[in-house]
């Protein structure tokens, strides 16, 4: 069965400090790929995301993926984190076997952001 | 239009009683989906419609949830009888050709 393992649960950087988010999928072909953020009590914002051709793809806010088959990844950075990026970070992956579009995601991580 | 609209925002509610949520999605989008997210986890597919088909139902919809689509447009979905365990924030999202777009979410407590 298809998934999504985001293998932390919760992350702390400090303000300005680079950011990797870490996302494995697992699935036979070629994953249609997203980042999605929430804050508190809020509804999901797409960052960014992946259907094909280059494999470093671009967002929103700054914040930039990467596309590894090799090793089932698409792992979320950002070169200098704001204090505004404190939020809740899910991965997410198309399901392939039905048409539907519905998207399996992953646990989610925490990202703490110190002054 | 601003995106996909969710109400209410909050909902609290006895066990035993029932509820309903409202989605508004965006006008051009034809697919239209539920969520539901739990304390701590991502969400977790709920039904899907395209137009006012619904074509999949997760496992996890008991009897006791029913979601309607008249005339392709706003979605309903009614808990009848809710428990406590029904307690989560429920999500909408609409999709046209690419990405899916979600509202801000319905947080449901049943008490």
């Known amino acids: 069965a298809q998934s999504v393992t985001q293998p932390d649960i919760h992350i702390t950087v400090s303000e300005g400090a680079s950011l990797e988010l870490r996302c494995n999928y697992s699935y036979g072909a070629t994953p249609y790929l997203f980042w999605y953020v929430q804050s508190p009590g809020q509804g999901l914002q797409l960052l960014l995301k992946?259907?094909?051709?280059?494999?470093l793809v671009q967002g929103i806010k700054g914040f930039e993926a990467e596309f590894k088959r090799s090793q089932s990844s698409f792992n979320l950075r950002k070169p200098s984190v704001h204090w505004s990026d404190a939020a809740e970070y899910f991965c997410?992956?198309?399901?392939?076997?039905?048409?539907?579009?519905?998207?399996?995601f992953g646990q989610g991580t925490t990202l703490q952001v110190k002054p | 239009d601003t995106g996909v609209s969710q109400d209410p925002r909050h909902k609290i509610t006895k066990r035993g009683q029932n509820v309903t949520f409202r989605c508004d999605p965006i006008?051009?989008?034809?697919?239209l989906y539920w969520y539901r997210q739990t304390l701590g986890q991502g969400p977790e597919f709920l039904t899907y419609f395209q137009n006012e088909a619904q074509l999949e139902k997760s496992r996890l919809l008991s009897d006791r949830f029913s979601a309607e689509r008249p005339k392709g447009s706003f979605s309903t979905l009614e808990i009848q009888r809710t428990e406590q365990g029904d307690s989560a924030m429920y999500l909408c999202?609409?999709?046209?050709?690419?990405?899916?777009?979600f509202g801000q979410g319905t947080r449901l407590t049943v008490v």
């Open positions: 999202a609409s999709k046209g050709n690419t990405e899916a777009f």
């Open positions: 006008s051009e989008h034809n697919r």
């Open positions: 992946y259907f094909s051709g280059d494999t």
């Open positions: 997410a992956v198309v399901h392939g076997s039905s048409n539907t579009g519905k998207l399996i």
